[in-house]
C-alpha cells in the first residue's frame, strides 16, 4: 500500500514568519499562491503550503486523499474522530478536517475533476 499522505499545510499565527523560517533553515524556495504560500523543494514541485490562521487548528496537518470526502468523514467519526470543519473548498479540492481520538488534526481531501 502507497502512503495515504498527499499533502501538508502548515497552519499557524504568522504564515510570513513561518514561511520565512522554512526557507532560511531547509533551503525551501516559496511562491506565494494568495490564500497560501506553497513549500517548493528546489528542482522538484510543490509538497506544502503555509496558510493562515484556522480555528482550532494550528501545526502540521497531513492531507490523506479520498475518494468519497462524505463517507469517508462518517468512516473516521464511526473509528473515534471529530469533525473539526466540513467541505472546505481549496484551490485543488474540497477537504474535511478531522481530529483523531489522541488530539492531532488531519484533513480528508477529494481531488477537484480536471477541467
Known amino acids: 500500500m502507497s502512503s495515504p499522505f498527499v499533502w501538508f499545510d502548515n497552519i499557524g499565527k504568522n504564515r510570513q514568519k513561518t514561511s520565512r523560517f522554512l526557507t532560511g533553515f531547509l533551503g ?3 511562491q506565494d499562491v494568495g490564500s497560501m504560500t506553497m513549500m517548493v ?3 522538484s514541485g510543490p509538497f506544502a503550503g503555509v496558510t493562515d490562521p484556522m480555528a482550532d487548528v494550528s501545526g502540521w496537518v497531513p492531507y490523506i486523499e479520498v475518494d468519497d470526502l ?3 468523514a462518517k468512516e473516521a467519526v464511526s473509528h473515534g474522530a471529530s469533525l473539526v470543519a466540513e467541505n472546505m ?3 485543488a ?3 474535511t478536517f478531522i481530529r483523531d481520538p489522541g488530539g492531532s ?4 481531501w477529494k481531488r ?3 477541467k
Open 28 to 30: 525551501l524556495q516559496e
Open 41 to 43: 523543494t528546489p528542482g
Open 70 to 72: 462524505g463517507n469517508s
Open 89 to 91: 473548498e481549496g484551490p
Open 93 to 95: 479540492g474540497n477537504a
Open 105 to 108: 488534526v488531519m484533513a480528508l
Open 112 to 114: 477537484a475533476p480536471a
